[in-house]
């Protein structure tokens, strides 16, 4: 091999490890953070949805949540993947009942 095609090797190698780890490690972490959230869910936690509806679990079933909203208490059924994080989850809302 000549210098120059090693260069250019190297030089391949630190641009796909720089791509690796400023753009593919951070969103496999997102990925697994975001899993583990939707996992987590259970009755009682109140969430926002990813189009910014507030609401409180009332059932999981497989990949459908239902939510309740509102002063009105109304019921909604939205895809488990709708939801864009928790706001309280029922074991805090249990720790602060007990204190």
Same mark, same amino acid.
């Given at each position: 091999?000549?210098?120059?095609?090693?260069?250019?090797?190297?030089?391949?190698?630190?641009?796909?490890?720089?791509?690796?780890?400023?753009?593919?490690?951070?969103?496999?972490?997102?990925?697994? *953070?975001? &899993?583990?959230?939707?996992?987590?869910?259970?009755? #009682?936690?109140? +969430?926002?949805?990813? !189009?910014?509806?507030?609401? /409180?679990?009332?059932?999981?079933?497989?990949?459908?949540?239902?939510?309740?909203?509102?002063?009105? *208490?109304? &019921?909604?059924?939205?895809?488990?993947?709708?939801? #864009?994080?928790? +706001?309280?989850?029922? !074991?805090?809302?249990?720790? /602060?009942?007990?204190?």
């Amino acid at each position: 091999m000549s210098p120059e095609t090693t260069y250019v090797i190297v030089q391949l190698l630190i641009f796909l490890a720089i791509f690796y780890f400023l753009l593919i490690l951070p969103q496999q972490r997102r990925q697994k *953070k975001e &899993r583990e959230m939707l996992d987590s869910l259970k009755p #009682g936690d109140e +969430i926002i949805t990813k !189009s910014g509806f507030y609401g /409180k679990i009332l059932n999981i079933k497989d990949d459908v949540i239902t939510l309740e909203m509102g002063a009105d *208490k109304v &019921r909604l059924k939205i895809a488990k993947w709708a939801v #864009g994080g928790v +706001i309280r989850s029922a !074991s805090d809302k249990n720790e /602060k009942e007990e204190k």
